[in-house]
């Protein structure tokens, strides 16, 4: 079995690689741009006419799963964004992920699953405007993909809340981690491991009727 993971240098995507791993996952791992500090597999970029380009089409073959973890949040008002910025975002959390899946699409196994990670800020809004609307397309994607998939590959979203031990949830005072504690009914927080669990469930034959659906796991904050 192999598993790519899109975006390695998130906070999250060590769970991720480690869950997948430890359950005999052969891994290959993927970021944007080629920079010579990426410990990822294989390195993917845009060309002057915005076509994607990956380094090492080898590692693209015979994907049973693959991951999503690629976005990118300036945590700033619409206002305070610069056209340039907007356009940076929108390419980080839908845009590119579009490109990837058009040009992974043909080298994806039979019964493949594909898993995108979402926000709960696409359903419940947020104080950044441009990561939430851009992350809301993801969910369109997903709908569309899951409609009209073919040879039993399947596409989900899984959408959560803020994650506990996440590079976002650093960037937070503890005022508004407490805020996001206090409006979650479940009292706490989920973590990366919970998430890399939940991934990596889904992929598995027992859910092969899953797909097209948007997973929100935000314990109860939005429903």
């Given amino acids: 079995m192999k598993c ?10 060590g769970a991720i690689r480690n869950k997948f791993s430890e359950n005999g996952y052969e891994i290959v791992t993927a970021c944007y741009g080629a920079r010579s500090e990426n410990p990822c597999d ?13 380094d090492e089409e080898k590692y693209l073959e015979n994907l049973d799963a693959v991951v999503f973890c690629i976005g ?16 940076e975002a929108f390419n980080a959390n839908i845009v590119n992920v579009i490109k990837i899946i058009k040009h992974l699409l043909p080298t ?20 950044d405007e441009i990561y939430s609307s851009s992350k809301s397309a993801l969910y369109g994607l997903t709908k569309s993909l899951g409609k009209n998939s073919k040879r039993g590959i399947r596409f989900n979203c899984v959408s959560p809340g803020l994650i ?27 973590r990366a491991g919970d998430i890399a669990s939940i991934l990596f469930d889904i992929c598995q034959p027992h859910w ?16």
């Avoid at 990118?72 to 356009?87: K, N, P």
């Avoid at 650093?170 to 805020?179: A, C, H, P």
């Avoid at 092969?208 to 429903?223: C, E, F, K, M, P």
């Fill in 42 to 54: 294989i390195s993917f970029s845009l060309s002057l006419k915005g076509e994607l380009i990956f």
């Fill in 164 to 190: 506990e031990d996440s590079a976002m949830c650093t960037k937070f005072s503890q005022e508004i981690i407490n805020k996001h504690v206090k409006e979650t009914p479940t009292g706490s927080l989920i």
């Fill in 208 to 223: 092969a009727s899953l797909n097209g659906q948007i997973i929100d796991v935000n314990g109860g904050r939005y429903v």
């Fill in 108 to 127: 994806l196994n039979d019964k493949a699953s594909v898993v995108f990670i979402g926000s709960i800020s696409a359903s419940a809004g947020s104080f």
């Fill in 4 to 13: 790519m993971i899109v975006g390695f240098t998130s906070s999250i995507s």
């Fill in 72 to 87: 990118r949040l300036y945590g700033t008002s619409i206002v305070d964004y610069s056209d340039e910025d907007i356009q």
